[in-house]
């Protein structure tokens, strides 16, 4: 995955806001992390996130995740030496 500075930068990018607290709880607590991970729990955490952080935080959560998945795509990738 991403640093976390990586998705607070992105974030700030997108919106002028960073969403730390968002992604420090997307990602820092790793007894949690796959059940915030879990794209089939996604509907799940939107709600969470949509009362915790407003709308915005939703796409920026959902961000998140697609930025987590292409990050472990091209490690893959580059493993199996598809990918430079």
């Given at each position: 995955?991403?640093?976390?500075?990586d998705?607070?930068?992105?974030?700030?990018?997108?919106t002028g806001?960073?969403?730390?607290?968002?992604h420090?709880?997307?990602d820092?607590?790793?007894?949690?992390?796959m059940?915030?991970?879990?794209i089939s729990?996604?509907p799940?955490?939107?709600?969470?996130?949509?009362?915790?952080w407003?709308?915005?935080?939703?796409?920026?959560f959902?961000?998140?995740?697609?930025?987590?998945?292409?990050h472990?795509?091209k490690e893959?990738?580059q493993?199996?030496?598809?990918f430079?």
């Amino acid at each position: 995955m991403p640093p976390l500075n990586d998705h607070f930068k992105n974030s700030k990018e997108r919106t002028g806001k960073e969403y730390e607290a968002l992604h420090r709880w997307i990602d820092d607590d790793k007894a949690k992390a796959m059940e915030t991970h879990d794209i089939s729990k996604i509907p799940e955490n939107i709600q969470y996130v949509r009362g915790e952080w407003g709308e915005e935080a939703v796409r920026e959560f959902v961000l998140h995740i697609k930025e987590d998945m292409e990050h472990r795509m091209k490690e893959n990738l580059q493993y199996f030496g598809l990918f430079k």
